[in-house]
């Protein structure tokens, strides 16, 4: 089974400032997908940034950007120029890219706080 | 607008009292999915379904249900609801294949006291 793990329950972060959240899992497949998602206190769960193992280059999007270093199966999040409204829980995820079920395997997430 | 709706957003309620969270979404996607959000533990799945009529556990099914029976509907049962079952829940849903992004309904708080 896929595990995912999020060492750091809570970081901070000065605005307009950089910070790296950690992500590992544990997986005997080759080809998965790993996301980030935020939370907000509103309590939704907003798709960040996605990966795709066979893709060597590491995903962007806009002031997010990620890691991926597949044999150390490492997926760590950076948040650049980091803005109040980027305080919120963050969860890395597995998702196989096999099998019937689509389940996203959750880490136990980070809560980032911003300080202005 | 592409969406997933859960329904209601909050229920307190008593043990033993069955209880049912709906969760439509309006994007034909053939998956859907429960999840509950424990502190501590992140989100874990509870039940899923490929398409209609085809649903399967998940990794903490004990005391829920759900059914399939049309495609845009896949509601969450708890037929005798103990305290344990106090969480978030968020009902998501997605095309098939893993590359698809899982869309997520707003949550559903539900206490049991």
């Known amino acids: 089974a896929q595990t995912v793990t999020q060492s750091q329950p809570e970081m901070s972060v000065q605005e307009a400032e950089t910070v790296t959240l950690s992500c590992t899992y544990d997986?005997?497949?080759?080809?998965?997908?790993l996301f980030w998602y935020k939370q907000p206190p509103s309590r939704q769960m907003i798709l960040v940034i996605r990966?795709?193992?066979?893709?060597?280059q590491n995903a962007t999007e806009n002031r997010f950007s990620v890691n991926f270093q597949k044999a150390a199966k490492s997926f760590s999040l950076k948040i650049s120029d980091s803005q109040l409204g980027d305080a919120a829980m963050y969860f890395c995820a597995y998702r196989s890219a096999s099998g019937a079920n689509s389940k996203l395997t959750f880490g136990k997430g980070i809560t980032l706080s911003v300080r202005p | 607008e592409a969406q997933v709706t859960q329904n209601p957003r909050y229920l307190i309620t008593v043990t033993g009292k069955k209880l049912t969270v709906t969760c439509s979404q309006n994007?034909?996607?053939?998956?859907m999915s429960w999840y509950r959000q424990d502190p501590g533990l992140g989100l874990r799945q509870i039940y899923y379904s490929m398409n209609v009529e085809v649903t399967d556990k998940g990794d903490v099914p004990e005391g829920y249900k759900v059914s399939r029976k049309e495609k845009r509907n896949f509601p969450l049962i708890l037929e005798s609801p103990s305290p344990n079952q106090t969480s978030l829940y968020f009902c998501?849903?997605?095309?098939?294949?893993?590359?698809?992004?899982?869309?997520f309904g707003d949550g559903t708080r539900l206490s049991i006291l």
């Open positions: 998501a849903s997605s095309l098939s294949g893993g590359r698809r992004p899982q869309h």
């Open positions: 994007m034909n996607h053939e998956y």
């Open positions: 997986t005997s497949e080759s080809d998965y997908y």
């Open positions: 990966q795709e193992a066979y893709k060597q």
